[in-house]
């Protein structure tokens, strides 16, 4: 598989409010004061792996990081506006800490909130 064309990641990156990294295949979305997520493209599998972190993100990578919430990769790029849409919905309004005390808890995090929202298995997401 082919990675993404620069011109259809720049595309992607602004329909998702994304800022780039100085880094290559590597985005970030604040998604509210306290928390953003990090997204970094696998080119050999074609998909985004989202990594939801507690803090406020800066350029290039530097970030006033604090904490990491459940992984979750195999997001195609046709897939990922919904699941950044989803990932703000899964935040809310609960502050970063919250957010990881349920993850914990209920041993659930942002994959399963993605199955349980769209209907599609995450292991099937991962798989394809």
Do not use: C
Request: hydrophobic fraction near 30%; proline fraction near 2%.
């Amino acid at each position: 598989m082919q990675g993404i064309s620069n011109t259809d990641w720049n595309m992607l990156m602004r329909k998702i409010n994304a800022v780039n990294s100085k880094y290559r295949d590597v985005g970030y979305v604040q998604v509210r004061d306290d928390v953003f997520v990090e997204l970094d493209f696998n080119k050999s599998k074609n998909y985004f792996g989202i990594d939801i972190l507690g803090g406020v993100y800066h350029d290039h990578g530097q970030s006033t990081e604090s904490g990491v919430l459940g992984y979750s990769h195999g997001y195609t790029p046709n897939i990922l506006p919904t699941a950044i849409k989803l990932v703000k919905k899964y935040i809310g309004d609960k502050d970063f800490y919250e957010v990881l005390k349920n993850e914990y808890k209920t041993n659930k995090n942002f994959s399963n909130y993605f199955s349980e929202k769209t209907g599609i298995d995450y292991h099937d997401l991962v798989d394809y």
